[in-house]
């Protein structure tokens, strides 16, 4: 309790960058690179916010509707920082910020809960069938992200790379928008699987967090009132991280796509991922799965293809699922790692340090990406 506290309390005390942010945006005119460092960490605590009230307003809704809510707010943050940069035209931004959040969930996340939790239980297990679950569904994406940028590659050849950072070609929008909708309804089907046919597998995770939730007793009026005002937050300091990123990443000398997967990445999971690491030290390692894992499967089957469809109505142009070779590369081997590690149903210390090496290296990789 008293760890939680203190997270709590720096989320608190980080919600300071969000008018030092608008000061230097409207008063002092900041460069670009301060205001997209300030918006930065002030989203931070707003996505902590958002993701607190949409779990207590999920509690007064009944299980179903709550995890229809948890399912459309979970990623709030990052859905509204992609629709920003997806408005802006950085469409290399928005693919490298879903990479990044998918990548950064199941290996930053999942390995500092499986390291932390390991160093405090010897063996810390989950339920084997829904973790299996998760991680096929996670081989679905990655088939999913796969298959257009295979397919683009090939009609392409050596002109394939300069048609991903545009974003061109009808047949790899069509495909893109066919797999958008199998994506989605495989989503909602895994909603239906969870809350509905097979609820028993997520018992343990649903009745711990159902604690967590009641022992804060927020109002549904308060917990919606919060929503929207962290949500509208959350949509400003998006706009100027946005308008900020890439002169920030030029002159802290990374490449928008490094930006993407890394940085915007971790600042809009990261009081979602202090959770799965507290639970974990808990020995609640369902629940710190679900978090880690359940995210990941909403920006791959519910959030990217939801981008694909908004693109058509707010984007100068469409986007599509064509991703660069790396970043095809990064997901599929962590949806492997993550699949190798759920299968026996445990978690030990060292199984967390290969999922952060994992991490690491691919960090390493994308940094040194040519621009």
Known sequence: MALKLKADQVLLLLLVFVPITLVLEY????SATTLFLTSAVAIVPLAGIM????????????????GLLNATFGNAAELIIAIFALRA??????????????????????????????????????????AK????????????????????????????EAAAATGAGAAS????????????????????FALRTHAELYQGTTHAAAGAHAAAGWSKRKSFAVLVGAAALVGWMSEILVGGAEEAAHALGMTEVFVGVIVVALVGNAAEHSTAVLVALRNKMDLSIQIAVGSSLQIALFIAPLLVFLSYAIGPEPIDLVFSPLEVVAVAVSVLVVGQIADDGETHWMEGVLLLAVYLVLGFAFFNLPG
């Open 27 to 30: 008063v002092v005119h900041a």
């Open 51 to 66: 993701g607190k009230s949409t779990e207590m307003l999920a509690e007064h809704v009944g299980a179903g509707l709550g």
């Open 133 to 160: 679950l998760g991680s096929t569904l996670l081989l679905l994406s990655a088939v999913g992200l796969v298959i257009p940028s295979l397919l683009h590659w090939l009609r392409d050849g050596a002109g394939a």
């Open 89 to 130: 035209g950085l469409h290399d931004l928005v693919k490298a910020s879903l990479t990044g959040s998918i990548i950064g969930n199941i290996l930053l996340i999942f390995g500092l809960s499986a390291l932390l939790g390991g160093l405090k239980f010897r063996k810390q297990v989950f339920n084997r069938t829904a």
């Open 173 to 192: 929008g069509s495909l893109s928008l066919e797999i958008s909708v199998i994506l989605v309804v495989c989503y909602v089907l895994s909603l239906v």
